[in-house]
Every structure is written in C-alpha cells, then in structure tokens.
C-alpha cells in the first residue's frame, strides 16, 4: 500500500490549495485517512481526518478554512485550503488506517507534500 500526496506549492496569504492523496495497493478498505503537518524543527501535528462513514473533524486553527473530502471509488482524499496564512506553511502529510488484502490493518504515510504561505 502505497500513499502519495499532490497539489502543494506557494501560494500567497490568503489564498487557497488544494492538496490530494492518493492511496493504491492491494487494498481491502480504508478505516479511516487523515493529515498532518509539520514545520522544520517541530512535531509533526495533525490537521485533519475523515472516517470511512465520512465524519471529518479539524484542528481549532483550520476549522471554517481547510475541508476534507473524499472519493471513495478512487481511494482518494483531498484537503481544500483557503485563507491561508503564513503559520499553515509546512510539509504535509496524508496517512491512512488501511486493511490490505492480506486482512492486515497498518498506518500508512505519504511522503508530503510542501505548502509555502509567502507574499
């Protein structure tokens, strides 16, 4: 099982992005998909997640900016960005809770994706 995430670059204060992930594999179901972030020197911190019945849930400091979607089908999850500050600018990471065909359920991490926030 493979994830890999797309859709980061630079963009300007307020602007928006939308980052997307992609999982591929010999996958059996996806419990749950999630991003994280993190900026040189700290933890990595956790931004957002949806479950495999579709419930999202956000950091305090995107809610009402960032919203998290998927397609299913696709085994797809994208992380639409808007008003962007200069603190969102980070590395960020999609993983996912992902039983294979071999009935074995692992945490899975992409290699992320950089999101620069500059004027």
């Known amino acids: 099982v493979h994830l890999v995430e797309s859709g980061g670059g630079l963009v300007q204060p307020g602007g928006s992005l939308r980052l997307s992930c992609a999982a591929s594999?010999?996958?059996?179901?996806?419990?749950?998909m999630a991003w994280y972030r993190q900026a040189p020197g700290k933890q990595r911190e956790w931004v957002a997640y949806i479950t495999d019945g579709g419930i999202t849930n956000y950091q305090d400091s995107v809610k009402g900016r960032f919203s998290l979607s998927r397609d299913s089908a696709k085994n797809k999850v994208y992380l639409e960005m808007n008003s962007l500050k200069p603190e969102d600018a980070d590395v960020y990471y999609c993983?996912?809770?992902?039983?294979?065909?071999?009935?074995?359920?692992?945490?899975?991490w992409g290699q992320g994706t950089q999101v620069t926030v500059s004027s």
């Open positions: 594999g010999s996958i059996a179901s996806i419990k749950s």
């Open positions: 993983t996912g809770v992902i039983m294979s065909s071999s009935l074995r359920v692992l945490n899975y």
